[in-house]
């Protein structure tokens, strides 16, 4: 039989993996993909995968053992996950880190395989005050939430497993910034809807310091571009990337452009987190009215920051670049507008 080098894909039909794939496969012209896809988004990937002939949906699911041949599987990548602040450690565990080791296990029973990519995010970081570097994972940090904490020991999971990885850490991803679309309203999207449900002049509750502290968000054909970029380098095996504005707006700027791009002027209304948290959680009608869950308000009060030097690196001389969110702020706004049926809830 003619062997065919195979991409093995979880993550798709998502809000990455529906752009990204089809680049990779540009790329590899003589490759096939085959994703490994929940029975009840199968349709949905077969959708979106007409008109790739060498694509090909298995349905099945990442939080069981895996059984599929491995004789042409050269590159494995790994963007399931469960993206929910608000989930249950259970779920984490065994979506976001049980899964990841059922990866893994796949994985090392591919002889051919020549890389292992596997997508975390930021905020494996906790809440950990200053500067994360690329290298930095277990520092003693403290999470907001199951979602950071499991990306976390996944993220270990992947460190140790003695494949041939590769590991890409986004910021906070909104829509595409020229077209504005997206899967998912959430993050800085609780802002510019609470504001459109308002007059001209706007109330915004506000907490702690927001000159202080910075709010990193990248745009998703920023993230396609860099993944599909960093991925296809040499020597990159063994190293992280996060995909993250070196220079991130701070809290009190992103309002003024979300507000800007809203048409509104916005009156903050300083509370203390502590406040905002539990009145969110605890005073009827709150949340109702804001509609901005509570886990939401730890990233406005964020003390971490994100070096990026190797993605800099990496990115360096290709075009690939980090768009000003005051660029496409408005695309991101337009988007929302045409699009009220879309929700915040995760994939899953």
Sequence with gaps: MLFMPTLFFTGYPGFLGTELLPRLLSRAKDA??????????ANLARERAKGFDRVRIIEGDITSPIDFPTDDITEIWHLAAIYDLSMKRELGMRVNVGGTRYMLDFAQRCRGLQHFHYIS???????????????????????????????????????KSGVPWTIY???????????????????????MQWLERQPRIAVLPVVGRPSRYTFNVVPRDFMVNAIEY??????????????????????????????????????????????AKFSIEHVPGVFRLLRIPSPAVDYFVHPTTYDTTNADIALSGSGVFVPRLADYAANLVSFAREHPEIGSAAMA
């Design 32 to 41: 096939k993909a085959v994703c490994l896809v929940q029975p009840k988004f």
């Design 230 to 275: 960093v991925s296809g380098l040499p020597h990159i095996i063994q190293k992280c990337y996060q995909l993250a504005d070196p220079a991130p707006l701070t809290v009190d700027e992103t309002i003024n452009v979300i507000a800007r791009a809203t048409g509104r002027s916005v009156i903050r209304v300083p509370l203390t987190k502590a406040l």
């Design 169 to 191: 850490r986004p910021a906070v991803i909104v829509g595409d910034s020229m077209t504005g679309a997206t899967q998912k309203f959430d993050g800085p999207y609780f802002v």
């Design 121 to 159: 995010t930021c905020y494996v970081s906790g809440n950990l005050p200053g500067v994360f570097r690329e290298d930095d994972l277990e520092r003693g940090q403290s999470f907001n939430n199951f979602y950071e904490e499991t990306k976390y020991l996944a993220e270990i999971e992947v460190r």
